[in-house]
């Protein structure tokens, strides 16, 4: 059973290198809140990227509403983390505009 509020829903943020510890992470996520989805979103993606889970849903750079050429000036400024840091906010505030009540970062 899970004890998350109904409306909600879990985002991490890593870059592709990374999606491996996301899918242990949404086993997880899965085995304690069922069926809340968990959504990582993939810094350093460009397009749709197979999560090789169920308990997944990707997210790229591009769904979030920032100018393409926004992105591109972050990803030549900032590091992978500091990158994956800057683009959190965006992650959670685009949940949020979807339709979460409720968005959770892990």
């Not at 899970?2 to 085995?31: I, M």
């Not at 308990?55 to 050429?69: F, N």
């Amino acid at each position: 059973m899970s004890l998350l509020a109904p409306g909600t829903v879990g985002c991490t943020v890593a870059a592709q290198n990374y999606l491996p510890h996301a899918r242990v992470l949404a086993d997880g996520w899965r085995r304690h809140h069922g069926d809340a989805p968990l959504h990582v979103l993939l810094v350093d993606a460009d397009e749709a990227v197979d999560p090789g889970s169920d308990a997944l849903r990707v997210l790229t750079p591009g769904q979030l509403g920032i100018p393409a050429a926004e992105i591109a000036r972050m990803r030549g400024i900032y590091t992978v983390a500091e990158l994956s840091t800057a683009l959190k906010a965006h992650a959670l505030r685009h949940l949020l505009d979807g339709g979460a009540e409720i968005a959770v970062h892990v």
